[in-house]
């Protein structure tokens, strides 16, 4: 079987699996909102202004970060999204809640919430005793883009290890 079948195999079960947790009130509210505090990395750009608040951190410390944010999303959205045209499950206005989201225009793979989540929550990570709370909201917002039926799975962990990897090299020359 070819790589791509066993990828649409995953993506198809996982969606299956996932299809208990849809029309759920409180996950659909959690999903939702999580995809779109999500959107232009909104919930990155916050918490790492509040983390420059922290004592030893300087205002600077969160425009950097931003801008780490938006070197991320110039990669994944401008980059490695456009060496690929892969389709999204589904449309934003196929959405059967009311719950309103944005209808990206870029390929699918890899999902863009996903990267920028486990980047930011890389490099938030560091030298944090919040290091398991920014995962944790990774994740949520990761996983958020499937419940919404925006991404398939395999676009999240492929986001995901870009975001990780973007952010901890990230992590170690903002160390310098």
Same mark, same amino acid.
Request: hydrophobic share 45%; net charge positive.
């Given at each position: 079987?070819?790589?791509?079948?066993?990828?649409?195999? $995953?993506?198809?079960?996982?969606?299956?699996?996932?299809?208990?947790?849809?029309?759920?009130?409180?996950?659909?509210?959690?999903?939702?909102?999580?995809?779109?505090?999500?959107?232009?990395?909104?919930?990155? @750009?916050?918490?790492?202004?509040?983390? *420059?608040?922290?004592?030893?951190?300087?205002?600077?410390?969160?425009?950097?970060?931003?801008?780490?944010?938006?070197?991320?999303?110039?990669?994944?959205?401008?980059?490695?999204?456009?060496?690929?045209?892969?389709?999204?499950?589904? &449309?934003?206005?196929?959405?059967? &809640?009311?719950?309103?989201?944005?209808?990206?225009? &870029?390929?699918? $793979?890899?999902?863009?919430?996903?990267?920028?989540?486990?980047?930011?929550?890389?490099?938030?990570?560091?030298?944090?005793?919040?290091?398991?709370?920014?995962?944790?909201?990774?994740?949520?917002? *990761? &996983?958020?883009?499937? @419940?919404?039926?925006? @991404? @398939? *799975?395999?676009?999240?962990?492929?986001?995901?290890?870009?975001?990780?990897?973007?952010?901890?090299?990230?992590?170690?020359?903002?160390?310098?």
């Amino acid at each position: 079987m070819s790589a791509a079948r066993q990828i649409a195999r $995953f993506d198809n079960a996982v969606d299956r699996w996932w299809e208990v947790l849809r029309g759920r009130k409180w996950v659909d509210r959690v999903m939702y909102g999580a995809s779109d505090v999500g959107e232009f990395s909104q919930l990155w @750009h916050v918490l790492g202004a509040i983390r *420059a608040l922290g004592p030893r951190r300087e205002a600077s410390d969160a425009l950097r970060f931003s801008a780490l944010m938006a070197l991320e999303s110039l990669v994944v959205n401008q980059g490695i999204k456009r060496l690929f045209a892969r389709r999204r499950p589904d &449309t934003a206005a196929d959405n059967p &809640t009311n719950h309103r989201l944005r209808q990206p225009i &870029t390929s699918s $793979f890899p999902s863009g919430h996903a990267s920028a989540a486990f980047c930011a929550a890389a490099v938030l990570s560091r030298r944090s005793r919040l290091g398991p709370l920014y995962r944790l909201a990774a994740s949520i917002v *990761a &996983t958020s883009r499937i @419940h919404v039926r925006l @991404h @398939h *799975a395999s676009d999240v962990i492929a986001g995901a290890a870009v975001g990780e990897v973007i952010g901890r090299v990230a992590a170690r020359l903002m160390r310098r």
